[in-house]
């Protein structure tokens, strides 16, 4: 696959993204309990957020975080067939920042919502 002309130019922020995007987040934390099927992985997400994830932006993002070498896509050969997603070491040390970033917002989220208040309140007075 060729390198596009955004991520020669800056590498590191695509991976970012690819790692805090909606559906990024939650697949990687998802699968820091244990290697998921398609389906399950898509239900667990869905239950997560209390709606679903279409099976197009799931593949993306498995197929995003399979390149950056942060997910392992095991198929097996069997009838029907089965095909396992997992963490790399990568993905899990990816996974475990994610993970505390997400409980540091939900920790802090009372002093965001301090602060937006007082900043909407300054900026209607002014």
């Keep these: ?39 399950e992985l898509r239900r667990a997400i869905g239950a997560y957020v209390g709606r679903g994830v279409s099976e197009k932006m799931l593949t993306q993002t498995l197929q995003t975080l399979e390149r950056d070498g942060l997910v392992h896509r095991d198929a ?20 475990e920042q994610v993970k505390a970033l997400a409980a540091w917002t939900h920790q802090r989220m009372d002093d965001v919502e ?10 209607a007075a002014s």
Aim: aromatic letters at 8%; one cysteine or more.
């Design 76 to 95: 097996k050969a069997v009838i029907p067939p089965r095909v396992d997603y997992s963490l790399t070491g990568l993905g899990r040390e990816a996974a």
């Design 1 to 39: 696959m060729a390198v596009s002309e955004n991520e020669a130019l800056c590498p590191y922020r695509l991976v970012l993204e690819h790692v805090t995007s909606r559906w990024g987040v939650l697949v990687l934390i998802e699968l820091l309990d244990r290697p998921y099927r398609f389906s």
């Design 114 to 123: 301090q602060a937006r208040q007082a900043y909407d309140e300054a900026r």
